[in-house]
């Protein structure tokens, strides 16, 4: 297994480094103080490239996740929502060559690359969170296609996108085998995008309710076809996009140690800088060690997806560097925010959105309790229910 970073790789952490310190970091307090969507860093990412970039070169990317790590590291480094932008978008994306058809794919993919179109991804659901095979959204046929109706959650991008993905049943059964995707434009007849949700972190980025009530959806829209096993393929392609979360949790850990590293240098207590003090040091020092070992396990899974892992062999692993990446994050936003005393409760200070984006980040792309539940899983097989 390689991890070291190719000089391509070096050259794409130098720019992003740059734009980052340069761009984004200037922007990243306000856009989480005013929770307004940052259209500027959304063209600022389609000018770079990015939307495409852990995608097979055919659709413009480089076909690499240790790459996509790499821009959702540095990014995040300095602006959680920024770096969410890139996820956001990648998801549907990473849907659509998963599980669509052909057909598909050159219709759509060509414009999310771009950034011209963008998109978002429903299957939360009010009583369904973790458990998918529980929504209850139904996708009736109809002659020419199917008509939507149910009540989804928590659909990050929403009222900013073209159109959705929305996770629905065409069977009233528990399979997740009856779960299909439909492609929804933001504007059909029948769908309302509810209330912004006021969140705590991840503030930049609107998540709404939806509410569908008998929505048409053409045949040509449904991912994968009639008889394909779109859903699957595409929590599948989850999966192995796991380790891209895990490096928002390294980028957000890295971030808050950076502004600590500034803070005790600049503070005095007692008649000395706060950086003498044998236990803000060690709290530093337990925050790289962190900080470093999450980074480890991230791009050494993101490694072996590049070298083709993927399937039972990959799902504790990246399920390992989401949960562990995640945790580190929180830990250390927490550490950052005591080290920072009075300053660290203010809104005026930047370090309390570090500690607020990190607790969103052990919630989504599958909580941490069912990431450990993969894990156990590996490890002992699945947990046999009693009858
Ligand atoms: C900011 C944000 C953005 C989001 N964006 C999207 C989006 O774009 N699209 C979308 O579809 N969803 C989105 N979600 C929803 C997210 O995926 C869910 O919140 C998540 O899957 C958890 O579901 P839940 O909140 O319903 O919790 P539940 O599933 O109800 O879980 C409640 C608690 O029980 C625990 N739990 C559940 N099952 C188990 C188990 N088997 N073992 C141990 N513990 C368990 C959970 O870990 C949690 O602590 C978003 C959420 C947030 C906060």
């Given at each position: 297994m390689h991890i070291g970073f190719t000089p391509e790789q070096l050259q794409l952490q130098t720019m992003l480094r740059r734009v980052a310190k340069e761009k984004v970091a200037p922007r990243a307090n306000d856009i989480d103080r005013t929770a307004q969507y940052p259209e500027d860093m959304f063209s600022l990412l389609c000018e770079l490239g990015?939307?495409?970039?852990?995608?097979p070169e055919a659709q413009g990317?480089?076909?690499?996740l240790v790459s996509a790590c790499m821009a959702i590291e540095e990014l995040g480094t300095v602006c959680y929502n920024t770096a969410y932008l890139l996820a956001v978008q990648w998801t549907p994306f990473g849907a659509i060559l998963a599980g669509g058809t052909d057909a598909q794919k050159l219709r759509l993919l060509p414009e999310l690359a771009s950034g011209k179109a963008r998109a978002a991804i429903s299957i939360t659901e009010p009583q369904s969170g973790s458990d998918v095979?529980?929504?209850?959204?139904r996708a009736r046929s109809v002659s020419g296609g199917y008509r939507l109706t149910g009540t989804k959650a928590w659909c990050t991008g929403a009222s900013v996108s073209d159109y959705i993905f929305v996770a629905a049943k065409?069977?009233?059964?528990?399979?997740?085998?009856g779960v299909k995707l439909f492609r929804v434009p933001?504007?059909?007849?029948g769908l309302k995008i509810g209330r912004k949700e006021d969140k705590t972190?991840?503030?930049g980025i609107p998540s709404h309710p939806l509410f569908l009530d008998d929505v048409l959806v053409p045949e040509e829209d449904l991912l994968g076809g009639e008889h394909s096993n779109g859903f699957r393929l595409v929590m599948d392609a989850m999966n192995t996009a796991r380790p891209l979360h895990a490096a928002r949790g390294v980028g957000l850990a890295q971030g808050a140690l950076n502004h600590s590293i500034d803070f005790v240098q600049n503070r005095q207590a007692f008649g000395e800088?706060?950086?003498?003090?044998q236990g803000i040091r060690w709290m530093l020092a337990d925050m790289e060690m962190q900080t470093q070992a999450a980074r480890s396990l991230v791009y050494r899974v993101a490694a072996q997806v590049d070298e083709g892992l993927t399937g039972k062999a990959l799902a504790p692993m990246a399920a390992a560097a989401k949960c562990f990446a995640t945790d580190v994050a929180m830990k250390v936003a927490i550490d950052a925010v005591q080290i920072f005393g009075a300053s660290g409760i203010?809104?005026?200070?930047?370090?309390n959105r570090y500690m607020r984006d990190a607790k969103v980040l052990q919630i989504i792309e599958g909580t941490n309790q069912i990431q450990r539940n993969i894990i156990a899983n590996g490890l002992l097989g699945a947990v046999a229910k009693a009858r």
């Open positions: 990015l939307f495409a970039l852990p995608f990317g480089t076909g690499s095979r529980g929504i209850t959204t065409t069977e009233s059964s528990d399979a997740v085998s933001t504007n059909a007849p972190g991840a503030r800088s706060v950086q003498n003090f203010s809104a005026d200070c930047p370090i």
